[in-house]
């Protein structure tokens, strides 16, 4: 059973396109996070939702917009893209913070390739 | 403005020895470090952790040391396996859902 699951795995579109990538979570935790790894590997946060509220939202351009229907779900439509948003897109999922030591479980990683 | 440092891109060790993984970091606020290991196409993985109040966590092989004068954390693994053989990155939180991710270090072990 897949922990944390994303949709779709690879992603290739043209610039100006609005895409979708979907993240589920079945461990029932109550945060979840998106995360940008870019060409320099570096793993940054985007967004953070407890509970289905929104608790980090770093600076990211507005065209990203994530979605949390549900405390299990939470995905990031892009809109617009841009050549810079081309880089793998992680989902993560944890406890909130008064109940654990934080650990992250992370999905597998989408790959977003903007042409 | 990078806030948690992996000096060292890769590092290869001989099967059997000691991998020495080290991380830096510049914000004394940092009151919790993990340590996540990924393999190529997947997503990073817990392997362990340290609180702030502690200087050390072992866990098996793996082994966290924290130095707060130096704001500095070391992964040991040992002995070191073809198995562990992966991108090793350090993270660090000063609150209870914001991490801050090294850049990562790749580790190759040799058979």
């Known amino acids: 059973d897949t922990a944390v699951s994303q949709t779709p795995k690879y992603l290739v579109t043209q610039m100006g396109n609005d895409k979708s990538i979907k993240c589920e979570q079945n461990l029932g935790h109550d945060t979840m996070y998106w995360y940008k790894q870019d060409s320099k590997k570096f793993l940054k946060i985007m967004f953070s939702y407890n509970n289905k509220e929104l608790i980090i939202n770093e600076t990211v351009p507005n065209r990203f917009s994530p979605k949390s229907p549900d405390k299990a779900h939470l995905n990031l439509h892009i809109n617009s893209l841009e050549l810079g948003d081309s880089a793998v897109y992680f989902c993560?999922?944890?406890?909130?913070?008064?109940?654990?030591?934080?650990?992250?479980?992370f999905g597998p990683g989408t790959r977003l390739t903007v042409l | 403005d990078q806030q948690v440092k992996q000096n060292s891109p890769s590092l290869s060790v001989q099967e059997g020895r000691i991998s020495i993984l080290n991380c830096d970091y510049t914000n004394s606020m940092f009151d919790y470090f993990l340590w996540y290991k990924k393999y190529p196409a997947e997503g990073p993985t817990f392997l362990i952790s340290i609180s702030s109040i502690k200087d050390k966590n072992e866990d098996g092989r793996f082994t966290v040391f924290l130095n707060k004068s130096a704001k500095h954390l070391s992964l040991h693994i040992v002995p070191s396996q073809p198995g562990d053989s992966a991108v090793y990155f350090c993270a660090a939180s000063e609150g209870t859902y914001k991490y801050i991710f090294g850049t990562g270090t790749r580790l190759k072990v040799l058979a």
């Open positions: 993560a999922s944890s406890l909130p913070g008064a109940y654990s030591y934080n650990e992250q479980f």
